[in-house]
């Protein structure tokens, strides 16, 4: 691995850089495979799985398996995430309130490492709020939200820019941002070619655009956790040097375990892979001075249509959550927690959501027709009938093959995988109908293809 020769220059000044540990590091070793539980669908532990310090849910793997090839994969018992990044943990369980609810933003979410993270840990009642700018990549970032199975959250589709519509209303905003990436080359050599030091300022201008945004739609006093995986100062320390002088930003700090390797610069943190068991990766906290303006409550524009009393009878039996508001776009049924009503219609009015709650199915006159997304959930009732799939057969329904499981009733069944729910079937006398979404399965025909 031939690192550029005007990086390692660059890096000189960067905190905590010792140029020969680096140098060995990219060319010895190689990137740790890392994993996150998801705490509502926790799979079987391994003694293969090591815990990674500062995240209570996020392990480090002895190999990398096939993960395609893992049916609790796509169960969305665990997401593979970089173990670096998992630092977010500590920041938000040290800096935030545990015992209120808190409006929550991911404003460069795709495709959804740190907001699964961010969604297990959120205090009862809050609510997050997943934005990604490109289209493609929203997409993806809902698919995951819908395999972690999340209730309290929507997904918006939107330039940083129009999140100044929404002033002074979120407590936490992660801006994990676009940027040149040279934390990630073990991972991805070839992304050392589209590495330059003009890349490097480019990205920097832009990350100030984003933060700009961010930094109006943040509550005096709320936090603004800000990430890249980029070693060059540029992006980081100078980034935030910017946002504490031009926006009066304050820094926050964390107790970290010396053990962990991380080092503190001024102001943030940087993981660097010959001291952290990880990738590349910078952050920092900045606080909102508390200036006492009032939350802003965006005024409802948009009112809500709930489903009818007797569309209601169509649905209940699908659903396990009596309080639950369940709304009606376009003849689709979504759930979506009856407390968040109103920030529901706030964020309707005033941004391009794409997602939100738990899409149930669509109502036809006397039926519902259920949504993959509600097989996924909690809120599937406990009525619904299941069928158990071995390894093959799973592998068989997830990948859209023919397949016939020995006992399964008849009608709308959901797959599951040792006990945890992976998508729909519709069970006939001779064969079943496989409704896993054509755009999520496995295409790849086995492990050596
Ligand atoms: N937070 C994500 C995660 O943990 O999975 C990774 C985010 S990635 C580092 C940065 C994201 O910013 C990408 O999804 C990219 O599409 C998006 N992005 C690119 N240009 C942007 C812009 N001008 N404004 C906001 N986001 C942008």
Known sequence: MLLPAS???????????????????????????????????????????????????GYYLQQRPSFTFDPLFHAGCYYVQEASSMLLEQAFVQLMPQDQPLRVLDLCAAPGGKSTHLYSLLPAGSFLMANEVIRSRALVLRDNLIRWGTQNAMVTNNDPEQFRALKNYFDWITVDAPCSGSGLFRKDPDAIEHWSPAAVQHCAARQQRILSAAWEALRPGGILFYSTCSYSVEENEAVAAWMIRELKAKPRSLVLQSEWGITSTDPGYRCWPDKTRGEGFYCCCLQKPDDRVPTFLPRVQKALRSVSKNEMSIVRPWVSSEDALYLLLHQTVYAWPSQLRSEWEACVALLNVIYSGVRIGELLPDKLVPDHALAQNSYLSNTVALVSLSLTEAILYLQRKPFMPSQTAKGWTVATYQEFTLGWINALSTRINNYYPKELRIIKDSLAS
Do not use: V, Y
């Open 7 to 57: 990086l390692l220059d660059q890096l000189c000044s960067a905190p905590g850089f010792d140029r020969a540990g680096f140098l060995q590091a990219h060319q010895e070793a190689q990137a740790p495979t890392s994993i996150r539980l998801n705490p509502s669908k926790l799979p079987p532990l391994n003694d293969a799985m090591q815990p990674i310090g500062w995240s209570r849910q």
